[in-house]
Nanobody, 126 residues
Framework: QVQLVESGGGLVQAGGSLRLSCAAS????????MGWFRQAPGKEREVVAR????????IYADSVKGRFTISRDNAKNTLYLQMNSLKPEDTASYYC???????????????????WGQGTQVTVSS
């Protein structure tokens, strides 16, 4: 069983930055593909970014490419999302997720991720 706890959300002005963290309680963090998802009010949850086991491969949604950076520290069992140049449309609850297979990295689909955190709220004011 994997437990994921996100932190780092908050209120920020447009153009600002935030860094989200996701602490994983798991035997071997490096066994899991990891991803960040977000869900805005009234919208479906969407994938933001995902990262391979060793961090060597990253994939981003077009809407955040060039502004967000996903990374991981396997020694600390922690996943990160550095968010720069934030826009009001980035306002959402952000979730980290862990996948037991590489399918999560390849597809970015929710159903290919096996464990989820409770989410952290990010609000970007204009």
């Amino acid at each position: 069983q994997v437990q994921l706890v996100e932190s780092g959300g908050g209120l920020v002005q447009a153009g600002g930055s935030l860094r989200l963290s996701c602490a994983a309680s798991v035997g071997t963090f490096s066994y899991y593909t990891m991803g960040w998802f977000r869900q805005a009010p009234g919208k479906e949850r969407e994938v933001v970014a995902r990262i391979s086991l060793n961090g060597g491969s990253t994939i981003y949604a077009d809407s955040v490419k060039g502004r967000f950076t996903i990374s991981r520290d396997n020694a600390k069992n922690t996943l990160y999302l550095q968010m720069n140049s934030l826009k009001p449309e980035d306002t959402a609850s952000y979730y980290c997720a862990a996948a037991q297979t590489v399918r999560g990295l390849l597809t970015g689909r929710e159903r290919d991720f096996d464990f989820w955190g409770q989410g952290t709220q990010v609000t970007v004011s204009s």
